[in-house]
């Protein structure tokens, strides 16, 4: 079943917690899943959250909320706009 917006940015949530790193991860397998993005582009978002992830649980708690946008990413600018493998 392909993509119901194929050409729809990925919007990923602020890393600023493990739990949307953990959403991110889904986004970005369902995305991969339904053919929005390269096997390149989902092993580099991949790898940087699990670069994220460590740095997230050593961060201090600090009682403050980070105040960040979500990271959005267009298939459009991949490589010529190609999205497949």
Known sequence: MPAP???APLQLPDLADRGNIQNAIGQVLNAF??????RRSAR???Y???????NI???PATGKKFAGES??????????????N
Request: glycine residues 12%; aromatic residues 8%.
């Open 5 to 7: 917006f194929p050409d």
């Open 33 to 38: 899943g339904a053919s929005r993005l390269s």
């Open 44 to 46: 580099l978002f991949l």
């Open 48 to 54: 940087a959250l699990q670069v994220a992830s460590p």
């Open 57 to 59: 649980q050593r961060a």
């Open 71 to 84: 990271t959005t990413w267009s298939p459009a600018r991949q490589s010529g706009g190609k999205t497949g």
